[in-house]
């Protein structure tokens, strides 16, 4: 990963510091590239760096023997990969795969320990966003064990969107199932289906979404419960895809 230019986008909860937390935190901090499908860390082993994302979406993946890998969390600019440094555990519990390119803020170990240290803010931010990460994957094991594919994909297409900043974004067939922890063949016929009803089009591995209202009728009740967790603690629109919160600040300022 290289260091990239500063992006516009921001991390929601390195928003909810005071300027002059937020400042102190990043003079630790460098910008870096996340590229589709790189690994960040590994089950068990300790956190080399931890991430702020901004414009790139992280998944955290649970492996069994002899099983595909399955998602639990998605990590976007809403929160942190790492938030567990929050309670003194420098493991991590789960793989972390790139899902969307993206930039990210990066920081070492010792110096998130010393901002926590410096800032009592900052921990209780954090230990907020862990309360509601514990209750992503909670849901998630629910939705994987109870829900059919079909309302699964769709609220896994909303859950991207919405930390993707753009319309589209690259995933294979592939990828998406080893994400959802079953066949290729059922996504195709799964992501098929949403063509035909051009909900989304799919091309060369480039997901587009066309009809979000659509795919959020068609998703599980997961995708509305994991947003109002979030909202109910951090607020904010961070989990909203860039056309949402374009409309949202449009109908603030009344434009059309």
């Known amino acids: 990963?290289?260091?990239?230019?500063?992006?516009?986008?921001?991390?929601?909860?390195?928003?909810?510091?005071?300027?002059?937390?937020?400042?102190?935190?990043?003079?630790?901090?460098?910008?870096?590239?996340?590229?589709?499908?790189?690994?960040?860390?590994?089950?068990?082993q300790p956190y080399r760096y931890l991430y702020f994302p901004l414009s790139g979406f992280i998944s955290l993946l649970t492996k069994l023997d002899g099983h595909k890998p399955l998602?639990?969390?998605?990590?976007?600019?809403?929160?942190?990969?790492?938030?567990?440094?929050?309670?003194?555990?420098?493991?991590?519990?789960m793989q972390a795969v790139v899902q969307g390119k993206g930039t990210a803020w990066r920081i070492e170990i010792a110096d998130l320990q010393q901002c926590l240290l410096q800032c009592p803010h900052l921990q209780h931010i954090l230990q907020q966003y862990l309360y509601v990460h514990l209750t992503q994957l909670a849901q998630s094991?629910?939705?994987?064990?109870?829900?059919?594919?079909s309302p699964r994909l769709a609220r896994w297409l909303l859950m991207s969107h919405d930390r993707a900043h753009s319309s589209s974004f690259y995933l294979t067939?592939?990828?998406?199932a080893d994400m959802l922890g079953v066949r290729r063949s059922g996504i195709t016929v799964a992501a098929g289906i949403m063509q035909e009803q051009q909900l989304?089009?799919?091309?060369?591995?480039?997901?587009?979404?066309?009809?979000?209202?659509a795919l959020q009728s068609m998703s599980c009740e997961c995708y509305k419960?994991?947003?109002?967790?979030?909202r109910s603690l951090l607020g904010g629109p961070a989990l909203e895809s860039s056309e949402v919160q374009a409309q949202r600040q449009a109908t603030a300022q009344g434009t059309p």
Not at 86 to 92: F, I
Not at 200 to 213: C, D, E, F
């Open 141 to 149: 094991a629910a939705c994987a064990h109870f829900h059919e594919l």
């Open 200 to 213: 989304i089009s799919y091309s060369r591995g480039m997901i587009t979404i066309l009809n979000r209202k």
């Open 225 to 230: 419960a994991g947003k109002d967790d979030y």
């Open 71 to 93: 998602e639990l969390g998605l990590i976007g600019n809403e929160g942190m990969l790492g938030v567990t440094l929050a309670l003194g555990v420098n493991d991590t519990p």
């Open 173 to 176: 067939h592939k990828f998406l």
């Open 1 to 44: 990963m290289s260091v990239a230019k500063v992006p516009l986008i921001t991390n929601h909860l390195l928003n909810l510091l005071s300027n002059t937390e937020r400042q102190q935190l990043l003079l630790h901090c460098d910008v870096v590239e996340l590229h589709f499908a790189d690994i960040l860390c590994e089950p068990h």
